[in-house]
């Protein structure tokens, strides 16, 4: 028997070991596995954030300020537009041809930016997206815009209903239309259209006694809406109309009366 170390023993057996090579069995199933893992990561669909971006109806800072304020009862005059793959899709008047048009995200011109609202996300690829707006724009021409029944804030809505987000879209941006819509229904479109005019002058006098109040609370123009700016732009008005010396320490209300009968015969007149 050799008297080796059984150290030196232990090495000398691993050194006439013969390295281990996996049999062709375990390969495949290697590659079986591998394969599998790529393929699954292969379909794994994208989900992608969809967000809707809500702006006051034109460049009126007044209008952004009632706004402001219809917001808080759940309601106001808005444009809105739906993004999705990093472009922002709307719907507007035009004569000819299709009324959708797209833009950079939050930088529609035509109106002022309020307030961004997440949609949730979706799964559907760059195509597939593409493909639906495709077929939105061959149903939204231009010359087919409503202000109550066919606007952006339909057309959103819409668009995010295709997109299978349509529990997620706030109601508080398309009621006003909605509710304009089924007031002309019902009152008749005839009778509504008498009192159009009157109605956007009424909403014009209100603005313009707004944009009074905070000048005269501020004294410069365009001055950022605070409460009671309504009742002094109103009580400008009536003293517009007031002749003579003012008398007694109760001067402010009637003037503010004076400035309602004002606007009212300037609403009738129009």
Request: some cysteine; hydrophobic content about 35%; proline content about 4%.
């Amino acid at each position: 028997r050799t008297l080796r170390p059984k150290a030196m023993e232990k090495t000398s057996n691993m050194a006439n070991q013969q390295p281990v090579v996996p049999t062709r069995s375990l390969m495949a199933d290697g590659l079986r596995r591998l394969k599998r893992t790529f393929t699954m990561q292969t379909n794994r669909k994208r989900s992608v954030p969809v967000t809707l971006h809500v702006y006051s109806v034109g460049q009126s800072t007044s209008m952004d300020t009632v706004n402001g304020l219809l917001r808080l009862f759940g309601t106001g005059a808005y444009h809105a537009a739906v993004e999705v793959y990093g472009a922002e899709w709307s719907y507007g008047y035009t004569p000819e041809g299709s009324g959708v048009f797209e833009c950079r995200p939050g930088a529609c011109e035509m109106h002022i930016y309020r307030e961004k609202v997440n949609l949730g996300k979706i799964t559907h690829s760059r195509e597939e997206v593409l493909r639906i707006l495709e077929e939105m724009q061959g149903q939204y021409p231009g010359a087919d815009y409503d202000l109550l029944r066919k606007n952006c804030c339909t057309f959103s809505e819409d668009f995010a209903k295709r997109l299978g987000l349509e529990e997620a879209f706030p109601s508080w941006v398309s009621n006003l239309a909605s509710t304009g819509a089924k007031a002309v229904d019902i009152v008749g479109e005839e009778r509504m259209a008498q009192l159009g005019d009157k109605a956007f002058a009424a909403a014009d006098k209100v603005v313009e006694a707004i944009e009074l109040g905070g000048q005269e609370r501020t004294g410069t123009p365009n001055a950022g809406y605070k409460f009671g700016d309504l009742t002094r732009g109103l009580i400008v008005v009536g003293r517009q109309r007031t002749r003579g010396p003012r008398r007694g320490p109760g001067f402010c209300l009637c003037d503010c009366f004076r400035g309602i009968r004002r606007s009212v015969k300037q609403i009738i007149r129009s």
